[in-house]
């Protein structure tokens, strides 16, 4: 079901300047709240910033809630990314993508901005789990799993008019919170990476590729191979070369 509010995005003159200084306005405040160490402050900013979501009759708020999880879902983690840097160049950087994100990548409309926006909130939702990994108890993990792969996938699919988008994004997110379960309880880690964060990434990345291409009438059979082929291997490689014996908190 699509937004039942429409967004405001003025397309010139002086109400899109007011437009962009306000979605300006909001990355450097988070980046502010943060440096002066109000990380809770900064969050109920950015949920108050989606104030327009509620300003219908109830009955709509479902549906409002599910069209804007996505933007909802990149803003937390970004705030998350900016609150466990310990570097100001990287909290100015992830300031700085907060701003492209509200900016040019979030008002696109096109199939393929969409497609980016899904992959977008796919990778920076299963990165903020990385991130918190330890201070999420398992059965929060799967449940939080599961929620970040259903909206992303939800939002990719909708923008094809999938007539079975609800069926295949609770699919999506059945196989990621299933797969968070399984890990879960070995808590590998690559660098700051999840073993499950890396996995439903990869194949996630790799699934909307597919899918894409083949709505696009562009999937070749040499693609389609190319695509499973790195796929395969990156589950392979991490299969095989993890060491199971210990648990990595």
């Not at 879902?73 to 994100?101: E, I």
């Not at 970040?148 to 079975?164: N, Q, R």
């Amino acid at each position: 079901m699509r937004p039942l509010i429409a967004k405001i995005k003025p397309a010139s003159g002086f109400s899109r300047v007011v437009h962009v200084s306000f979605n300006l306005l909001l990355p450097l405040m988070v980046f502010v709240l943060v440096r002066i160490d109000f990380v809770q402050l900064a969050l109920i900013i950015i949920l108050l910033s989606k104030w327009r979501m509620l300003a219908v009759r109830p009955r709509f708020w479902p549906a409002n809630v599910r069209a804007n999880a996505v933007d909802i879902m990149v803003s937390v983690s970004l705030l998350l990314f900016m609150a466990s840097s310990t570097s100001q160049w990287w909290q100015l950087l992830w300031a700085a993508f907060y701003g492209v994100w509200l900016i040019v990548i979030k008002p696109a409309s096109s199939s393929a901005m969409v497609s980016i926006q899904a992959m977008i909130a796919l990778f920076c939702g299963l990165m903020a789990l990385s991130v918190s990994w330890d201070q999420v108890p398992l059965y929060g993990l799967v449940f939080a799993t599961g929620v970040i792969c259903y909206i992303s996938a939800h939002h990719f699919f909708d923008s094809f008019d999938e007539p079975y988008t609800r069926l295949l994004s609770y699919l999506w997110g059945f196989f990621g919170a299933s797969l968070a379960w399984v890990l879960g309880h070995w808590l590998l880690f690559y660098g700051i990476v999840s073993q499950p964060a890396l996995l439903l990434i990869s194949l996630g990345y790799g699934l909307a590729t597919l899918y894409y291409l083949d709505h696009r009438d562009r999937l070749s059979t040499n693609v389609r191979r190319q695509i499973v082929f790195i796929m395969l291997a990156i589950v392979v490689i991490v299969v095989a070369f993890s060491d199971w014996g210990n648990k990595i908190v």
